[in-house]
């Protein structure tokens, strides 16, 4: 079975641009999680989705959204970069939706803004 | 509010030494608890968790976990390092309920295995 997969592997923008972050879960997967990884912050829930639904929002501004469609596929846009959004996006999913699931994580998305 | 502290952000043991990560969560009630390894450029890989039942958990590649109530701990063991084990590693919780899959994680621990 492929693994979680997230396109594109690496990103550089500049400030003032919006970017889009794609992620493909584990087929029959329906739940994916999104996190932000920083050497300062460390490892923080950026939200989740099940079934096209946000189901959880982590402490981030609204410059940072979401979307799942059908076939569990999910994209995180961040709006307007700031140099602060530097870092590494990791999406995991999951076969459903509950604490105590093991969750699959991708390699991430690697994004520098200049 | 959860959260997950790990003692230790850099450990650094000799091959086939004894690993100890540890991990301290604090919670109003018993959260469900995991442990993750990273590798440089990659993501995270599972190496255990805690929900119910036994205490004493085993995961991948030798490691294993005891979850301990009273000390709100849950830190991570292996006998003996291998080379292969340096990386970095998270605790990590999550809600019993209202959750969802949100995991919270620790602030990490660098694991270096040394000749």
């Known amino acids: 079975k492929a693994g979680v997969t997230q396109t594109p592997r690496y990103l550089i923008k500049t400030r003032g641009q919006q970017v889009t972050l794609s992620c493909s879960p584990i087929?029959?997967?329906?739940?994916v999680s999104w996190y932000q990884q920083t050497p300062g912050q460390g490892l923080q829930f950026l939200f989740e989705?099940?079934?096209?639904?946000?189901?959880n929002k982590g402490n981030f501004p609204g410059r940072f959204s979401g979307r799942q469609f059908s076939n569990s596929r999910s994209e995180m846009n961040v709006s307007t970069l700031e140099l602060g959004d530097s870092a590494l996006y990791l999406c995991a999913s999951s076969m459903g939706q509950g604490p105590g699931r093991e969750q699959f994580f991708g390699p991430g998305t690697r994004l520098t803004v200049l | 509010a959860q959260s997950v502290t790990q003692l230790g952000s850099h450990v650094s043991v000799s091959e086939g030494a004894l690993v100890l990560l540890r991990c301290n969560y604090s919670?109003?009630?018993?959260?469900?608890l995991f442990w993750y390894v990273q590798y440089p450029n990659q993501g995270l890989q599972l190496l255990l968790k805690y929900t119910t039942g036994a205490t004493l958990v085993k995961g991948i590649n030798g490691f294993e976990a005891e979850f301990k109530k009273s000390e709100t701990s849950f830190h991570l063991t292996k006998p003996s390092a291998h080379m292969s084990d340096a990386a970095e590693y998270f605790c990590a919780v999550s809600f019993i309920t209202g959750g969802g899959n949100k995991l919270t994680f620790g602030t990490g621990t660098q694991l270096k295995v040394e000749l």
């Open positions: 919670s109003s009630v018993p959260p469900y």
């Open positions: 087929s029959g997967h329906r739940s």
């Open positions: 989705y099940f079934s096209e639904t946000q189901r």
